[in-house]
């Protein structure tokens, strides 16, 4: 089994898109109206929040399913993934958002 075979499920390029989506959606609004510190969270927050705990679940299936069948294609796509969440949380925690 190839890695290109085992990142067309879902299991596999859904924990690499979510945190991708949620790098592009900070960097934007970073880009356009800048960095607030208000009381008010907002939606972005929440939803970064919620994934951030699902994240976890997410790498932890993948690895659970894949290790066992290919271990060497599953650990370079969990190393993807866990750059990708990675990066993620980067501009998070880089403008302290």
């Known amino acids: 089994m190839t890695v290109l075979s085992i990142l067309k ?48 679940f997410l790498l932890g299936s993948f690895a659970v399913t894949w290790l066992p069948r290919a271990p060497r294609q599953a650990l370079i796509i969990l190393a993807l993934q866990v750059l990708a969440a990675l990066a993620g949380c980067f501009p998070v925690f880089y403008f302290r958002l």
């Open 9 to 56: 499920r879902p299991g596999a390029w859904v924990p690499i898109a979510i945190p991708l989506a949620f790098f592009l959606y900070v960097m934007t609004v970073v880009t356009f109206i800048g960095v607030s510190h208000s009381q008010d969270e907002g939606v972005g927050a929440h939803l970064f929040q919620l994934w951030l705990v699902s994240e976890p």
